[in-house]
């Protein structure tokens, strides 16, 4: 017999996976209305994921291609309450998602 637990779960991953590309959609909209002098400010965001993503590379494997996002929370509250997922994080955190899972 299947829990009731386990049934969700495609469910919330389909959700975790919504958010993080509505995110994502929102933050390249965004940014392709800021001047060009906010070009420093996306290359420092890239150098920042790039060392989250080699540091937790040095504890769990992660694929190279195509290369996991990595979103930041900002709205914590928000997350959690629409998805379940979220209950343990806290503003500040990093999202890793990839297209086989996701990493809080």
Do not use: W
Not at 64 to 70: A, D, Q, R, S
């Amino acid at each position: 017999m299947i829990s009731s637990r386990t049934s969700t779960l495609p469910i919330r991953f389909f959700f975790v996976l919504l958010t993080v590309f509505t995110v994502a959609a929102c933050r390249k909209q965004v940014s392709s209305l800021l001047p060009s002098d906010q070009a420093d400010t996306k290359t420092q965001e890239n150098a920042k994921a790039t060392d989250i993503l080699t540091n937790v590379r040095k504890h769990i494997l992660l694929p190279e291609e195509p290369k996991p996002t990595v979103a930041e929370i900002l709205d914590v509250a928000t997350l959690q309450a629409r998805n379940a997922f979220y209950k343990n994080a806290v503003n500040g955190d990093y999202l890793i998602v990839t297209t086989t899972r996701a990493i809080l």
